[in-house]
């Protein structure tokens, strides 16, 4: 059966809903939203494998890029979609069924908005990075991601979110001698040699900087640490792991030259990166979008999709309905309430 | 075939060898040695599971116990024995039928030795403690262990080691808040509260203490470390395991309390604990067999048998031949003239 765009916001993400479409299995979500966009003139439609770009070329002074992934975690007695009352439960509904739905609708109806918009439905995000969609078309396809603001519709509980921050994994490694604990002078012992790292992150005073009037709160902490051969063995090897969570100011690079600041001394081994979101929140179209929404602008403390616009030098924020709380959970639910609210403030941005 | 006492110790060692004992498959061993004893009628025999005691009663005013294991580690492609030149090759040639065959050779024919012995073949050594022979003794028949001095013949390179060191772990944990590491602020990080710990162990500076002229050196490592909980939490729990090497003048009691002082203001959870036993030097049947044995007397760090003793009031030393290093080992091996040396210096000793 079709995708029926001619619906209110609430019936259309339940039909979203009860199209299965865990990651790796987008081919039917692809095809039904393709197939409901192209009947849309005013709409130049692209497709690359399972991501879908739905673009108006008004010649408008902004664009705006909007942006949901189709896919969802696997099913956890969730599916199809339930309508209880003010609420509608079900895989996706939250996390992001409902904020595809509020795209969707403005993809198919607001004909003529005041800002250029790109519409971009992608695949793979559920899942590890390499398949992911949004990421695949900003390595291949910049071009169709160009803009002056992206908008991640994720959940927020209805509420912007802005940039996101940086993430880092390193792990540092100390070495000694190993030797039998009963002669332990023999030796030298790589988890005492630990020492002076914990030393560090317990007594590291994280930043805090403003950006665009958000405080971005960074942080730097243990997350793993192993070593040991055997109760009777001093151990010649131990590994600290490390996260940092960097405001968008840093680049990449600054983050790994602050942290080989912070462990001076220390072997220290890059083992994962991913850069943040500036929130943009000076540019005019982010100002207005601010307005139009109220409330408090948050920062998003959480690595999301919005990082991937930064390599494009494309500021992002998030904004969607659905408590990112029950995200991947079995009572996941959107209450129907903010499908409404947040498909009523993007229909009136774009159109004014 | 039934083990023929009437020979050269070399001989012996290797019929021992040819008798398959892995642990807990010591029947046909100890049926041996049994009615290879029970033929001398200076012995009086008694049996306990797989555990021979053989004891002579002569009223002597000293009493000395010999004790030696007949359980062998699993075979490693060494069975049965090969003697070559001057060393004979196979499992347990070192560790421990050398020295048994020693034992069993003095018990047949030093039919009036000038302290009376206790001579002890038990079982279950190589694996866990519960099922240890000499352990079983200790507890459910001391007044078959008592004595004023031990000689456990297990492998020294045919030299004294003298008592041995306790041994004790204990795990400090440490406690937070989980949080996500995007708000770290949220939590509290368990790894990094392990830094005082850390920090005293690297500080720790170990006693050394003098018992009978021998420096018993301690140690206190780190053995194990772990904690973490996800590559994005910040983890509330994390463990560090500590080994401490305790001279054998502290008390189990003496070395758990000293373990709470280092660590006081942590969780701190004993997980295994073995006494160390006294070297006993100044007592006269130990400095006599020392002077008989000549060389110097060493002190044991490693834990031993000998600890069993302990318990029981009875100073404790480990004299064997074999080069305890390859015990275990796959080339496990023992010098024949260490075989004859050890058995020559011990007749001596029990004859004068």
Known sequence: MPLDLNTDVVTLTAALVDIASESLDEQQIADDVEAALSTASHLKIEREGHTIVARTELGRAERVVIAGHLDTVPANGNFPSRLEGEILHGLGSCDMK???AVALLLAAHVTEPVRDVTYVFYDGEEIASEFNGLGKLARTRPDLLAGDLAILMEPTD???????????????????????????WMGSNAIHALSPVLDRLMTYVPREVDIDGLTYREGLNAVGISGGVAGNVVPDEAIVTVNFRFAPDRTEDDAHRHLQEVFEGFGLTLTDSAPGAMPGLSQPSTAAFAAT???????????????????????????????PMF???????????????????MAAWLSA
Chains 1, 2 share one sequence.
């Open 98 to 100: 409902g904020g595809v």
């Open 327 to 345: 995200a991947h959970k079995a009572d996941e639910h959107v209450p129907i309430e903010q499908l409404r609210r947040v498909h009523s403030t």
């Open 293 to 323: 929404v109220g409330g408090e602008v948050k920062p998003k403390f959480g690595w999301t999709d919005v990082a991937q616009f930064t390599v494009l030098g494309i500021p992002a924020i998030n904004y969607g309905p659905g408590d």
């Open 158 to 184: 209805a509420g912007i979110e802005a940039g996101c921050q940086g993430t880092m994994r390193a792990d540092i490694r100390t070495t000694g001698e190993r030797a039998h604990s009963a002669r332990s």
